[in-house]
């Protein structure tokens, strides 16, 4: 797998979040991943829930930082958008994995990572989990 990484939503809301608990890890992460000049990705729906949780938990200001940089600023985060195959091949996760509490767009990250051969970047263990054993 080449040095390319698909980043969850959880690591850029405590990017952008200075009193999350894991900001000082997600800094730390994000520093590394540029020092290895890993091919950053972003799926269309976790700026949609970057986005949504900065916005609440946070604040609008966060939430405009972070759409502004990943939308407008920065050349080096990719935007992955989920096509009709991935859907499918998303929703083929989500009916049959047995986690209870697992979202349909954790299913959509697993299935995008696999078809673009992207390591997944989260903090969430159960994705982890759950994306190596489907």
Do not use: P
Request: with cysteine; net charge positive; glycine share 2%.
């Amino acid at each position: 797998m080449e040095n390319k990484a698909l980043i969850d939503t959880n690591v850029f809301v405590a990017l952008f979040n200075k009193s999350d608990a894991l900001h000082t890890q997600a800094k730390t992460c994000w520093e590394d991943l540029r020092t290895k000049k890993t091919q950053l990705y972003i799926t269309d729906f976790i700026i949609s829930e970057v986005l949504t949780v900065l916005r609440l938990k946070t604040s609008k200001e966060a939430a405009l930082t972070f759409g502004d940089i990943v939308l407008n600023k920065t050349k080096t985060l990719h935007i992955l958008n989920i096509g009709k195959d991935d859907m499918r091949d998303a929703y083929k996760i989500f009916r049959d994995t047995k986690v209870k509490n697992f979202s349909f767009v954790d299913v959509t990250i697993i299935a995008l990572a696999r078809t673009n051969k992207l390591k997944i970047i989260s903090f969430d263990k159960q994705l982890q989990k759950t994306a190596k054993n489907t």
